[in-house]
């Protein structure tokens, strides 16, 4: 059984960055393929991110490519999502979420964080 906690959100304008960081606990972090999904009010979860096992190849929603980079740190077991230029659409509850393979589809992650809310003003 993984544990996820999220950190790093906050309120923040429009240009400006953040750097997210998912901290897992209670698993085997070599074993999963880690993603960030956003949730924006009113709106469904929505795939931001993910990063594959071993060679930690990447997956990007169009609206964040280019802007966002999610990175992880074996030995610390996190995962990170740096967001640059963010926008005021980027404003969501951020999720991070842990499964064997990568998926963009937010059913298949058996392991989520609480979440941390990300607030960017114009």
């Known amino acids: 059984q993984v544990q996820l906690v999220e950190s790093g959100g906050g309120l923040v304008q429009a240009g400006d960055s953040l750097r997210l960081a998912c901290a897992a606990s209670?698993?085997?972090?070599?074993?999963?393929?880690m993603a960030w999904f956003r949730q924006a009010p009113g709106k469904e979860r929505e795939f931001v991110a993910a990063?594959?096992?071993?060679?930690?190849?990447?997956y990007y929603a169009d609206s964040v490519k280019g802007r966002f980079t999610i990175s992880r740190d074996d030995a610390k077991m996190t995962t990170y999502l740096q967001m640059n230029s963010l926008k005021p659409e980027d404003t969501a509850v951020y999720y991070c979420?842990?499964?064997?393979?990568?998926?963009?589809?937010?059913?298949?992650?058996?392991?989520w964080g609480q979440g941390t809310q990300v607030t960017v003003s114009s």
């Open positions: 990063i594959t096992m071993g060679v930690a190849n990447t």
């Open positions: 979420a842990a499964r064997r393979f990568h998926a963009v589809t937010s059913s298949r992650y058996p392991y």
């Open positions: 209670g698993g085997t972090f070599t074993d999963y393929a």
